[in-house]
């Protein structure tokens, strides 16, 4: 998700230089959070993080350089863009957050190195629906490119998965979530309950599809599987034949005037829902959030075929190597000791380790978010925004609801060229 | 032809160092042409015939990326998706370009020979470039809220009692497209057109006038065929731009139609760069093919 989020928030970049006193405040903070004694260098250190804007909030970067004394430089581009800059101009960037199903791309290019769970404080504390693809020990959807099959390298510099966990991880996590179909509550009169609903005749002209072909398809999949069309053996690496059969039935919705319009940008999907012009589409939790905080009722639908996931994680470039390397191993470090994770929180996403989490958040807040609760308060942004009045119960309901109802994981799929030529078929049908 | 008489000037003035300064003056233009523009040309038609993965792009000498683009092309019975998009494109191309072309030669004309003053001229140019003022995106966005489905046109037809249910096509449809594309891009016929006419003698107007010629002779006879230059170059601007567009379709066409960009597009964001590249220089080959026709119609260096 988070296509091209890059337009929407521009990342701030300061670059003032330190003074010593704030300088000396910054190190020692850094040693009592981080606890390692690090000695830090006497020249400024400043990290290049690429990346898609929804991670890369000014404030994280505040408050991280405030800690630590180490400034963050945001790179802001798309997703597609972190892909094709981690490929083509690795020297480029320090750290990169990146989604795990765009690594069967990016490990055998080999311009990503290992992470050295040695060296991440919290490395056995990273959630188990991403490692081991579990909540409360009970097993969850694996179709796609889910994150435990990308999770670990068998060396350091290898560009071979490993089955099992080793001391090399690709990616550590930042944020995950699953998403749905959104629908106006207030412009559809019966209940929705399945993503069968997305190409249900009664919505004609009022559906959407997001058009970025490698998620576009799994969203199609799920509401084709569940009309009991086709059944898929896994819908995040279709053989040809069911990529035929799923582009084929798109087709026919196509032509029948099935959808109002396609998106690529967060604030296309936005700007649908909120004008009217669609009422039921697959959506992204902020874009809902954003469509609610314009006065508009939307909901984030949760569904009996259950969610499409994603996560995405921190990774280094092979070059980074020296004070940087450890700096970018402190952020890392950092980043997980919860004030981030809560700020993540906040906005709807799932933090890599939440137990450091729940200490940055009011117990009311850790209710709403984590164990869907109806909010004793109302609950807020990161901004002070008002999110929810109090009484309102997150939709989809508490962590293990959403996380344990997760069908399949965004996807990289074996047949990608193919799929990619069958959906510009589709586009012009 | 020209080039012969400028051969015939070079022996005329056989003195060495002006020949060498002429080459210097030359050189700049050249490199930046060199660089820029052939370079960049030459290394997408070499790419067009390599080979490519999930991560990597692969030097070698294959076919397969054009033949992916024909493919299915040969059956007589299903339009294969090239040459439908094309169709779709072409069809854009020419609808835009007749409608950019009354309305441009309207608004050149009405600005070149019934606003008096050059003051009010520039004024009203000036008037011309408003759908420039903003950001494309914006600018297209902005269509919602009028041609949507509780846009402003719907509710003013509605409480009209013209129709009793929202109008489906006026939004995501060819006719927003075009709708859209006419906005944009009159402005690029007006201005050549404009300046084509204000180039002409009035007296032959005056002339044309005295020999018994009505006003929509003088239009036909006169006008129209010393305007030709800009009707052409106008035409250029237009029909490229439509041919390239992807960003004007997507948005107005709520990404349901298909657009030679927009597969590019898809492409290189999938690090396919070899079946983008071949995409490339097919369009390029179409665009090429209809500027060479056009100028065939209007010897452009001749008029200018």
């Keep these: 998700m988070n296509d091209e989020q890059a337009s929407a928030r521009e990342a701030d970049t300061t670059n003032a230089g330190i003074s010593r006193r704030t300088f000396i405040k910054g190190a020692v903070a850094a040693a009592g959070i981080a606890g390692f004694p690090y000695v830090h260098a006497q020249e400024k250190i400043t990290l290049r993080y690429l990346g898609t804007a929804v991670n890369q909030s000014a404030e994280i970067a505040k408050k991280f350089k405030e800690d630590t004394g180490i400034e963050i430089q945001y790179i802001p581009v798309t997703t597609d863009d972190v892909t094709k800059r981690i490929i083509t101009q690795p020297n480029s960037f320090d750290i990169v957050d990146t989604e795990y199903f765009s690594l069967k791309k990016l490990i055998p290019a080999g311009t990503l190195a290992g992470m050295d769970a040695k060296r991440i404080k919290l490395a056995d504390k990273i959630t188990p629906v991403l490692t081991k693809g579990e909540v409360n020990g009970k097993k969850i959807g694996d179709q796609g490119t889910a994150p435990k099959k990308v999770m670990f390298l068998k060396g350091a510099r290898s560009t071979e998965f490993s089955a099992t966990p080793t001391e090399w991880m690709t990616l550590i996590p930042t944020t995950y979530n699953a998403d749905t179909l959104g629908i106006r509550p207030d412009l559809i009169s019966r209940p929705v309950t399945t993503w069968a609903d997305l190409l249900d005749p009664q919505f004609k002209g009022k559906a959407a599809l997001l058009n970025i072909p490698a998620i576009g398809i799994m969203d199609a999949a799920m509401a084709i599987e569940a009309t009991g069309h086709v059944k898929y053996g896994d819908k995040g690496n279709m053989t040809k034949a069911e990529i035929d059969q799923t582009i084929k039935v798109l087709i026919e919705a196509k032509r029948a005037g099935q959808f109002r319009a396609f998106w690529r940008d967060f604030n296309e999907s936005v700007n649908l829902m909120a004008s009217g012009e669609v009422v039921i589409q697959s959506m992204w939790s902020p874009a809902v959030t954003k469509v609610r905080t314009m006065g508009i009722a939307c909901k984030f639908q949760p569904l009996k075929e259950g969610y499409r996931s994603w996560a995405s994680g921190f990774g280094f470039p092979r070059s980074l190597q020296g004070k940087k390397l450890d700096a970018a191993y402190e952020f890392v470090n950092w980043f997980q000791d919860g004030w981030a994770g809560a700020y993540l929180m906040r906005q709807g996403y799932y933090p890599g380790v939440t137990e450091t989490a729940k200490s940055h958040m009011q117990a009311y807040e850790w209710d709403y978010w984590m164990e869907g609760k109806p909010a004793a308060q109302d609950i807020k942004a990161p901004d002070g925004q008002l999110l929810e009045k109090a009484g309102t119960v997150r939709d989809g309901g508490s962590y293990s609801q959403r996380m344990g109802a997760i069908a399949c994981w965004n996807a990289v799929m074996d047949e990608n060229i193919y799929m990619v030529q069958k959906w510009n078929e589709f586009i012009a049908a | ?304």
């Design chain 2, 1 to 304: 032809m020209a080039s012969v008489e400028y051969l015939e000037q070079a022996k005329q003035t056989p003195v060495r160092h002006r020949r060498v300064s002429a080459w210097l003056q030359a050189t700049p233009l050249t490199l930046t042409f060199l660089l820029f523009f052939i370079v960049p040309l030459v290394i997408t038609l070499i790419v067009s015939f390599w080979d490519f993965n999930e991560y990597q792009i692969i030097p070698a000498f294959t076919l397969k990326n054009y033949a992916a683009i024909f493919d299915g092309c040969g059956s007589s019975t299903d339009v294969c998706v090239t040459f439908k998009t094309y169709w779709s494109t072409l069809r854009f191309c020419a609808i835009v370009w007749a409608v950019t072309l009354v309305l441009g030669f309207a608004i050149a004309y009405f600005l070149a020979f019934h606003v008096r003053t050059t003051a009010m001229q520039t004024v009203l140019f000036l008037v011309c470039t408003i759908p420039f003022w903003t950001s494309n995106v914006i600018r297209m966005i902005s269509w919602i809220p009028l041609l949507g489905r509780n846009g402003l046109v719907n509710q003013a037809l509605m409480s009209a009692h013209l129709v009793d249910r929202p109008i489906e096509w006026l939004l995501y449809s060819n006719f927003s497209v075009v709708l859209a594309f006419v906005h944009l891009y009159t402005f690029f016929m007006i201005v050549p057109i404009f300046n084509a006419m204000i180039r002409i003698d009035r007296a032959l107007l005056e002339a044309a006038r005295d020999a018994g010629a009505s006003g929509w002779q003088v239009i036909r006879e006169v006008v129209l065929p010393l305007s030709k230059t800009g009707i052409v170059i106008g035409s250029i601007f237009v029909v490229t731009i439509v041919m390239g567009d992807f960003l004007t379709v997507g948005v107005m066409g709520g990404q349901q139609i298909a657009s030679v960009g927009k597969i590019i597009q898809v492409q290189t964001g999938y690090l396919q760069f070899p079946a983008a590249a071949a995409n490339a220089i097919i369009l390029l080959a179409v665009v090429l093919m209809i500027v060479w026709a056009l100028t065939r119609v209007v010897d452009i260096r001749k008029e200018l």
